[in-house]
T-cell receptor, first 112, second 113 residues
């Protein structure tokens, strides 16, 4: 089983739609979870950390299910500017805790 | 603040040539990382430096060397470039806190012919 798995998409949605991305991770000892956003030909940028209780930042909601080793990102009222690739990221438990494992990303395209 | 800077932005090498990719940060972060990103492969860790004076191998270290010159700078060297090293290279930094979020430079696009 790969360490961090995501549906590669692409997800093509109209403006204003709600879209959800899912991610599973294999190491049950992982402690830190993130969603990063990567625009075409740009560097990844931290979108939000994911906390055990779930957290919200404006139109974005992230949830963590440790029992199922599952992370989700919900985007409400999609904007054209949300078009990007969304990377699920998990820290590597054991060894250097600062090392992160990146999923391959889910591509989102928001259409007018 | 510039954050994380990388030079050069683009580079074309011939097989067998050497080069050094430079990374500098003004975020006062302890840890620095080098990744490569290939289509369909996601980001893969090449080397990292948890703190000044230490370096360790990541997932794909073969063909690369690194130097943590000081707290601000972390360089990646290709001694004898191969076409398989054609990729986009990202440097990242993190402050070694409990959450470990990383901040990336703009990347270097390297083509080896």
């Amino acid at each position: 089983r790969k360490e961090v798995e995501q549906d590669p998409g692409p997800f093509n949605v109209p403006e204003g739609a709600t879209v959800a991305f899912n991610c599973t991770y294999s190491n049950s000892a992982s402690q830190s979870f993130f969603w990063y956003r990567q625009d075409c030909r740009k560097e990844p940028k931290l979108l939000m950390s994911v906390y055990s209780s779930g957290n919200e930042d404006g139109r974005f909601t992230a949830q963590l299910n440790r029992a199922s080793q599952y992370i989700s990102l919900l985007i409400r009222d999609s904007k054209l500017s949300d078009s990007a690739t969304y990377l699920c990221v998990v820290n590597m438990a054991g060894g250097s805790q600062g090392n992160l494992i990146f999923g391959k990303g889910t591509k989102l395209s928001v259409k007018p | 603040n510039a954050g994380v800077t990388q030079t050069p932005k683009f580079q074309v090498l011939k097989t067998g040539q050497s080069m050094t990719l430079q990374c500098a940060q003004d975020m006062n972060h302890n840890s620095m990382y080098w990744y490569r990103q290939d289509p369909g492969m996601g980001l893969r860790l090449i080397y990292y430096s948890a703190s000044e004076g230490t370096t360790d191998k990541g997932e794909v270290p073969n063909g690369y060397n690194v130097s943590r010159l000081n707290k601000r700078e972390f360089s990646l060297r290709l001694e004898s470039a191969a076409p398989s090293q054609t990729s986009v290279y990202f440097c990242a930094t993190s402050v070694q806190t409990r959450s470990y979020e990383q901040y990336f430079g703009p990347g270097t696009r390297l083509t080896v012919t």
